[in-house]
Nanobody
Framework: VQLQASGGGLVQAGGSLRLSCAAS????????IGWFRQAPGKEREFVAA????????SYADSVKGRFTMSRDNAKNTVSLQMNSLKPEDTAVYYC????????????????????WGQGTQVTVSS
């Protein structure tokens, strides 16, 4: 299984970025896909997750209304549209996959995820 995250970069506060995660080696629709982030000196935290059906989603309170997650099961990809970025969004962002038999399940705890990508850096300048 491979998860490849991309789309990170440097952006000014108030700007937008779109992260992508491409998956291979798994039955994609059977997996919840989550985004987590880790800032320097801080613990990894949940950002967003989407169920296999692409309908059920969960967002951290800190990103609700600003970030939107979507998936394309035909292309084995997920996206995280990040708008109104703030300096506190600066972190390495990781996508992860968790197998769940039911496509309406969403998982928010990192220990529940089976596979992780390599991360992509997002830096928001003030």
């Amino acid at each position: 299984v491979q998860l490849q995250a991309s789309g990170g970069g440097l952006v000014q506060a108030g700007g937008s970025l779109r992260l992508s995660c491409a998956a291979s080696g798994l039955t994609f629709r059977r997996y919840v896909i989550g985004w987590f982030r880790q800032a320097p000196g801080k613990e990894r935290e949940f950002v967003a997750a989407i169920g296999g059906n692409g309908i059920n989603k969960s967002y951290a309170d800190s990103v609700k209304g600003r970030f939107t997650m979507s998936r394309d099961n035909a292309k084995n990809t997920v996206s995280l549209q990040m708008n109104s970025l703030k300096p506190e969004d600066t972190a390495v962002y990781y996508c992860a996959a968790a197998f769940r038999a039911h496509s309406n399940v969403v998982v928010t705890t990192d220990s529940s995820y089976d596979y992780w990508g390599q991360g992509t850096q997002v830096t928001v300048s003030s």
